[in-house]
């Protein structure tokens, strides 16, 4: 695989914000708040609800389900605003203007008939199942355009938030931002026995969040070109200037005076969100990426990386009908380095259609960046309606729950040979280029970087080297996060993760159970799209023994 690089003189400018203090933080000026503006506007679009497709074999009472996902291009799709409305094309699944979403219950037979109608490879990746590698969709199973592929796995795990999206070698990042991705909502008996004792929100108080920030190009007969930089371009990774709530700026979504549960996604190639609301009251989160919480954390504002996701209880029971409340990314400080401006002048550009005309309209488009740390107004909240709201959220799961199990770091199978993984970006030689690895090697797909034993219980040490957040995803597996930085968990650092940021210079320690469906070889990458193109990224296989040739 060729190497990525960036230009010395981009790498050079990252090097000196990176070494500019102690704490590695850039300093920015954050734009006019506006909020006040947001809570009045009379012209916010409305939230669209994510459409649920439906099962192909027509028999929702048994343990089988089909599905059809077909990824295509030039998908006309209407980008709505506060401030005017445009068609944008698109890459969807099935020619769906929205990203759908797939509902199953735990133990669901899954059979998903893939079909690539893109110009290059492509795959789907099922992020956070725990399904044998030959399903889970990583580059090393690429489908050719034109073809096809069934994946086949069963879902043994709890109820979840899950997601999926494409996985091809060096092109995830600009096949997921121009629109492939999905929802994949996954219940059990616990989630199903919490909704019907009025213990979580459900039906049309159960509301899945997709937020990602995008950048067009200028306006052409009613129709913007999706931006895109891949890893060349931008060391941040690719960071748009509009964020996105389900395929619209700033929506509102009406409500009643009760509680809501609100399935936050950052979808995002790059950014990182610190989602709060506008009038910092607080609010519960009752679930991470890999399930819902033993017990649910209240707090005003929570931070979440590229892939994270969180299950919050928004409560506007006590609000009055006519009341306005926004969500917020409130302004902060991001270890991510600042070119300023984005790429030069003189430097190229991809829109969809892989345009490389250094036109004046579109760089001052890509000079208009935002970058990680801005405040951004997600969404409104319009309350609409009395209700009378009996819900009442569990303090603790059913004893029964395997979310309650924390494992013992004691039990490890690795205690005292703790597997580590330094993310870095380093020079390259002479030619003043720079690579974005993992203990010190760029991906490879000739390359198996670590072998596991199935069954195995590990500990795996992740440690940022870079004056950057990087958020570190490991397909096929739950994680506990033990510590970071020697500090014990708390919080919602106590939920299960497939994805979880590590900030600058910051040491995260994990621990993880291998299932016996986990098989063959899998991925571990930086989250950040661009990065994990760039190749930051590895293979570990899992198999009989742990040995080299265990497969």
Sequence with gaps: MKKTTLSFALLTTFFLIGCGGSDNKTSTTPPKDDTNDFLTNPNLPSLHILPVIADEDGNTNDTRATYTLTAGKNVNVTIETPNGNWITPMWRYNSNPLPIVIEADRDTDMTLNFNNRLDSDST?????????????????????????????????????????HPHPDMQTGKQVYMGLAGVFLLNDEISRELEQTNQLPSGEQDIVLLVQDRRFGMENNGVKELLYMDQKMDGDGMLGDIVLVNGSQSPKMEVGTGKYRLRLYNVSNAKNYDFAFSDGRTFTIVGTDGGLLAKPV????????????????????????????????????????????????NEEMNNENNMNENTDSNMSQMNGRSPNGTPVNIMRFDVVKELTDTTIIYTTLPERAEIHTRWNPQNADNIGNERQFNMTMQMDGMGGMATFVINGKSFDPNRVDEYLAANSMEIWNITNNSPMAHPFHAHAIQWQI??????????????????????????????????????????????????????????????????????
């Design 482 to 551: 033990i510590s970071r930085n020697g500090v014990p968990a708390s919080g919602t650092d106590l939920g299960w993760k497939d994805t979880f940021l590590v900030k600058a210079h910051e040491s995260v320690k994990i621990i993880g159970k291998f299932e016996p469906v986990n098989h063959g070889d899998y991925m571990y990458h930086c989250h950040i799209l661009e990065h994990e193109d760039a190749g930051m990224m590895g293979y570990f296989r899992v198999g009989d023994s742990g040995h080299l040739d265990d497969l």
């Design 124 to 164: 789907i990746h099922w992020h956070g199942f725990k399904i044998p590698a030959a399903m889970d969709g990583g580059p090393d199973y690429p489908v050719a355009p034109g073809s096809s592929m069934v994946y086949r796995f069963t879902m043994d795990q709890p109820a979840s938030s899950l997601w999926f």
């Design 298 to 345: 209240t707090v005003n504002h929570i931070f979440l990386g590229a892939a994270e996701r969180v299950e919050i209880i928004a409560d506007f029971s006590q609000d009055k009908v006519g009341s306005k409340i926004g969500l917020v990314s409130k302004a902060f400080q991001d270890d991510n380095m600042d070119m300023g401006g984005g790429m030069n002048n």
